[in-house]
């Protein structure tokens, strides 16, 4: 999985910084994160071929999150896409749309296939390379974080063995099974050894707007990547719970909790002009913390 971050800011651009957004790579299939406003513009300038973009995934229907999708629908039909676009998002982004497309009479070239994410762990993209899970978060309106899944890749025979031991297919197909090889002399050779060491999968977690919600360490238990939001400094507590937003503290205790491997912080106030004093809280926490910085990609 290869993330590339193309807005990192809240509510509006400042310093230089644009709304959120961001493009998840997995096994080459781009998908976007979040659409504030400028997104298509941050597409061009850091090299992503939005024509290829399948699933459009939108948190929440604050302007922040999903302003640009407007211009960037408009300029895939004026490029003639023909793809079918999937959206995901809370209801209401249908009607948004569809008033824009009605009143500018617009028609797009290309269908949209709208997935409305409803409250708790739901299920929206099913691929054969990848599951995306959308969650509930805490916010002031219905928002949703993302997690992505690598599927399991199906394990590989180690053909040396298999040929060395003279294997025919319905011995193989017992391996496959889970069975033990036994050999003529009554060795016993375990069934893991046929098989070739496993590329474990990835996962990503995207956690937008929303105060800590506990319940949420456990589905994303374990992640290779999580990005969350810290709007605020720890000084800022207090506006945070009123607000429905997270601290630089609160973010990096829930890695810690998830058993995150990394962490990226984004979703920054326009008050912080430097964003050292924030990376530096979340890292008295949880060591293995990372800003998020436009156009620069993260692996998992």
Not at 100 to 126: A, D, M
Not at 185 to 191: F, G, M, V
């Amino acid at each position: 999985m290869q993330l590339r971050i193309l807005g990192i800011n809240s509510a509006t651009p400042a310093h230089g910084r644009h709304p959120s957004a961001q493009v998840l790579w997995v096994h080459n299939e781009p998908i976007l994160i979040d659409c504030g406003e400028g997104t298509q513009m941050q597409l061009s300038k850091f090299k992503v071929k939005y024509m290829g973009i399948r699933f459009i995934l939108i948190s929440h229907l604050h302007s922040d999150h999903f302003l640009g999708i407007l211009g960037l629908l408009s300029t895939m039909s004026l490029f003639n896409r023909k793809k079918p676009l999937i959206i995901c998002a809370p209801k209401g982004i249908d009607v948004f749309i569809g008033s824009f497309l009605s009143v500018s009479e617009t028609e797009l070239s290309y269908s949209i296939e709208y997935r409305f994410l409803e409250p708790g762990n739901q299920s929206v993209i099913s691929e054969p390379f990848l599951r995306i899970t959308s969650f509930s978060l805490n916010h002031r309106i219905p928002c949703f974080g993302f997690l992505f899944e690598e599927i399991p890749k199906k394990r590989k025979l180690n053909m040396s063995l298999v040929l060395k031991y003279g294997l025919v297919g319905s011995e193989i197909h017992k391996l496959i099974n889970g069975q033990d090889y036994i050999t003529l002399d009554d060795e016993t050779i375990k069934n893991e050894c046929f098989f070739l060491e496993e590329i474990s999968s990835k996962k990503f977690a995207y956690v937008s707007d929303t105060t800590v919600v506990k319940e949420n360490e456990i589905l994303l238990k374990g992640v290779d990547l999580l990005y969350h939001e810290t709007t605020f400094g720890h000084e800022l507590a207090e506006r945070a719970e009123k607000t429905h937003h997270s601290t630089t503290i609160q973010a990096a205790h829930f890695a810690l909790n998830c058993e995150a491997k990394q962490l990226i912080i984004g979703h920054f106030s326009a008050r912080y002009k430097n964003l050292d004093v924030l990376l530096n809280e979340s890292k008295s926490i949880f060591e293995n913390t990372l800003l998020a910085i436009e156009g620069q990609d993260y692996f998992c």
